[in-house]
C-alpha cells in the first residue's frame, strides 16, 4: 500500500533552516508529482511546494517562493523540502502528498516550530 513518512521537523529560532524529508514506498515513486502542505493550528491546510516526478518542473506558494526548495531523489523514493529563512507564519505540520489514480495519499505529518 502506498506509504509516505515524513520526518526532519522540529524547533528552530527565526531566520534558520531545516530540511524535510518524506520516504515513500507502495507505488512507482519516480512516475508521480508530488506535494508538500502545512496546516497551521485553526487554518486549512495548504500546498506550499510541487514536483513533477522528474523534477523538472516545481511550484510553489509566493510566501515560500526565494525560501524553499523542493528537491527529489527518485534513487531513493524521497522527497525534500528545504526550508531557509524560516519565521513565525512557517509554524505549522508539515506534509507530503501524492495523488495515484484517483486517491490522495498522506503522511502523518512533521512539525516546524519556528520560535526564539
Known amino acids: 500500500q502506498v506509504q509516505l513518512v515524513e520526518s526532519g521537523g522540529g524547533l528552530v529560532q527565526p531566520g534558520g533552516s531545516l530540511r524535510l524529508s518524506c520516504a515513500a514506498s507502495?507505488?512507482?515513486?519516480?512516475?508521480?508529482?508530488l506535494r508538500w502542505s502545512r496546516q497551521a493550528p485553526g487554518k486549512e491546510r495548504e500546498v506550499v511546494a510541487s514536483?513533477?516526478?522528474?523534477?523538472?518542473?516545481?511550484d510553489y506558494k509566493d510566501s515560500v517562493k526565494g525560501r524553499f526548495t523542493i528537491f527529489r531523489d527518485n534513487a531513493k523514493n524521497t522527497v525534500y523540502l528545504q526550508m531557509n529563512r524560516l519565521n513565525p507564519d512557517d509554524t505549522a505540520v508539515y506534509y507530503c502528498?501524492?495523488?495515484?489514480?484517483?486517491?490522495?495519499?498522506w503522511g502523518q505529518g512533521t512539525q516546524v516550530t519556528v520560535s526564539s
Open positions: 502528498s501524492v495523488r495515484v489514480g484517483s486517491n490522495d495519499y
Open positions: 507502495g507505488f512507482a515513486f519516480s512516475r508521480y508529482s
Open positions: 514536483i513533477s516526478s522528474t523534477g523538472g518542473w516545481t
